[in-house]
């Protein structure tokens, strides 16, 4: 089986930093893509960031120019700094990571069980 597994969440103050983390165990052939969520009370989940095997890497808009998101393949691990954080930053964030634990096994969506970030003075 495979888990993800998130750090670094936490409450901090508008314009300060964040780094979350996101760890992949078990049974890992390969990772296509892993990437970041996020659901605020009373909204919709919605994709923050994502990067490809080869590093290829989107952002939602609102987010362009102060996130960053990177992975560390031999790790297995996705980051995401968040830098110049808003109180609409506020959100739990999930992990995401398309798998495939066998060559011939088509790829499966998993889940972290989300960290809080909250952005409050």
């Known amino acids: 089986q495979v888990q993800l597994v998130e750090s670094g969440g936490g409450l901090v103050q508008p314009g300060e930093s964040l780094r979350l983390s996101c760890a992949a165990s078990?049974?890992?052939?390969?990772?296509?893509?892993m990437g970041w969520y996020r659901q605020a009370p009373g909204k919709q989940r919605e994709l923050v960031a994502y990067i490809m095997n080869d590093d290829n890497t989107s952002y939602l808009d609102s987010v362009k120019g102060r996130f960053i998101i990177s992975r560390d393949n031999a790790k297995n691990t996705v980051y995401l700094q968040m830098n110049s954080l808003k109180p609409e930053d506020t959100a739990v964030y999930y992990c995401?990571?398309?798998?495939?634990?066998?060559?011939?096994?088509?790829?499966?969506?998993?889940w972290g069980q989300g960290t809080q970030v909250t952005i409050s003075s």
């Open positions: 995401n990571a398309d798998i495939k634990t066998r060559s011939w096994f088509a790829s499966t969506d998993y």
């Open positions: 078990g049974t890992i052939f390969s990772i296509k893509a």
